[in-house]
């Protein structure tokens, strides 16, 4: 079984950033593929990112795309979300989640997932 705390959250300006940190319990992190999901107050949890266990397989949605990455440091147990130009439409709450298996898309979902962080974007 897998822990996960988020870190990083918090208020800034449009066109600002944030580093979102996800930190992982457990020797097997580096077996898990990481991901990133939000959800904004009356909307359904949206898919942000996944990373494989090695790092070799990327994968953002297209609305944060060039402004978001996704990384990790498997000897950190950390996964990271590099948000820059934020966006008003980016304010949600951040959930880090760990699954056994990557696959390319949105669909992709965790097994395990984290508290969250909020993160709000103000114009």
């Known amino acids: 079984q897998v822990q996960l705390v988020e870190s990083g959250g918090g208020l800034v300006q449009a066109g600002g950033s944030l580093r979102l940190s996800c930190a992982a319990s457990?020797?097997?992190?580096?077996?898990?593929?990481m991901g990133w999901f939000r959800q904004a107050p009356g909307k359904e949890r949206e898919f942000v990112a996944s990373i494989s266990w090695s790092g070799g397989n990327i994968d953002h949605a297209n609305a944060v795309k060039g402004r978001f990455t996704i990384s990790r440091d498997n000897a950190k147990n950390t996964v990271y979300l590099q948000m820059n130009s934020l966006k008003p439409e980016d304010t949600a709450v951040y959930y880090c989640?760990?699954?056994?298996?990557?696959?390319?898309?949105?669909?992709?979902?965790?097994?395990?997932w984290g508290q969250g962080t909020q993160v709000t974007v103000s114009s």
């Open positions: 989640a760990a699954a056994q298996f990557w696959y390319l898309g949105s669909a992709w979902t965790g097994d395990y």
């Open positions: 457990g020797r097997t992190f580096s077996r898990y593929a």
